[in-house]
């Protein structure tokens, strides 16, 4: 059974910063792709970040880039999420998920997600 767990959320003023981690299980890790997403109340679920687990290749949204890095350990099957220099933009319920790192972050590249974690970003 295929499992992601996200942790590492929480309150945090802007400015600040935050690691996510997403313990994945069930499945060869380094035969995929780790994305993480966000979805802010009313809005629709946005593409972060995503990592190959077999090459390391990155992709990130403009909105993050330079703020946020994903790295991955797959000694550990973790993959995790460094975000730096926090908005309250940022504020969302960020979700791991399992599929293919495109760059395009199309929700139907990814098969499995977590269940989320709070990220809030106070002014």
């Known amino acids: 059974e295929v499992q992601l767990v996200e942790s590492g959320g929480g309150l945090v003023q802007a400015g600040g910063s935050l690691r996510l981690s997403c313990a994945a299980s069930g499945f060869t890790f380094d035969d995929y792709a780790i994305g993480w997403f966000r979805q802010a109340p009313g809005k629709e679920r946005e593409g972060v970040s995503c990592i190959s687990s077999s090459d390391g290749s990155t992709y990130y949204a403009d909105s993050v880039k330079g703020r946020f890095t994903i790295s991955s350990d797959n000694a550990k099957n973790t993959v995790y999420l460094q975000m730096n220099s926090l908005k309250p933009e940022d504020t969302a319920v960020y979700y791991c998920?399992?599929?293919?790192?495109?760059?395009?972050?199309?929700?139907?590249?990814?098969?499995?997600w977590g269940q989320g974690t709070q990220v809030t970003v106070s002014s």
């Open positions: 998920a399992v599929g293919e790192c495109t760059g395009f972050f199309l929700t139907y590249e990814y098969d499995y």
